[in-house]
């Protein structure tokens, strides 16, 4: 018809309506005759024979002046460790691996730099020192104590309890070279010094019990899971 121009077809069709076109865009640019845009380069070194070139690096987008708040932290920062809410100082614990597995330990405080528990047996009762532990490896119980008339040294940090690498010198004259260099590890006199004062105000805790006979009977008991007993439906 006079006046009119012909209807313009569309050279990509969508394929059987599932949002993609025909062809691809470096296909299109084909037949429209445009090329594919280069990439910016920069000169690097001019020469008598021609000028060597380099695709310039694509510069950061954002580049952030100082670190905020939802920046992660540095690899080798510690994280600080939270405690669970039924640990709380005084709680009796159920140890479940190590040495004294199944003893129960009185809960003293958490040591700030690794988050580890600080428990004692007392030892005079169940034989159980000062030690760390994990709070993974423990079950909390719904005794408690009141410990707060107990006095906890204020170097009872992990460098406390960290044992010191014993230096052998191989070259001295006459020592077997084959001997395994173990040598038994002997107690300190401040660490048996800092057990007594500890002890003695977490056993003066316990005879202010309730139930002190009771309470000193269940310290030196052993937890074990026995015939018909479900840890699910226990109670501690």
Known sequence: M???SAPTMKKNIEVSGAGAGRFSSARLRCYRGKAAPSAPTVTVK????????????????????EPTAKDPLPKGLPKKVSLRKTITPGTILIVLAGKNKGKRVVFLKQIEKS????????????????????????????????????????????????RKAQKKNTKASG???????????????????????VDAGVLAAMKKH?????LFGYMRTRFAIR???????MVF
């Open 2 to 4: 006079a006046g009119k």
């Open 46 to 65: 001019k020469t008598k024979k021609g000028e060597r070139t380099v695709v310039r690096p694509r510069p950061a987008k954002f580049l952030k002046a």
């Open 115 to 162: 988050g580890l528990l600080l428990v004692t047996g007392p030892h005079k009762v169940n034989g159980t020192p000062m030690r760390r532990i994990a709070q993974a490896f423990v079950i909390a119980t719904k005794t408690k104590l009141d410990i707060s008339g107990v006095k906890i040294p204020a170097n009872l940090d992990d460098a406390y309890f960290k």
């Open 175 to 197: 020592e077997n070279i084959f001997a395994s260099g173990k040598e038994e590890y002997k107690v300190t006199e401040q660490r048996k010094a800092d057990q007594k004062v």
């Open 210 to 214: 309730a139930e002190p006979k009771f």
């Open 227 to 233: 015939k018909g007993m479900h840890p699910h439906n």
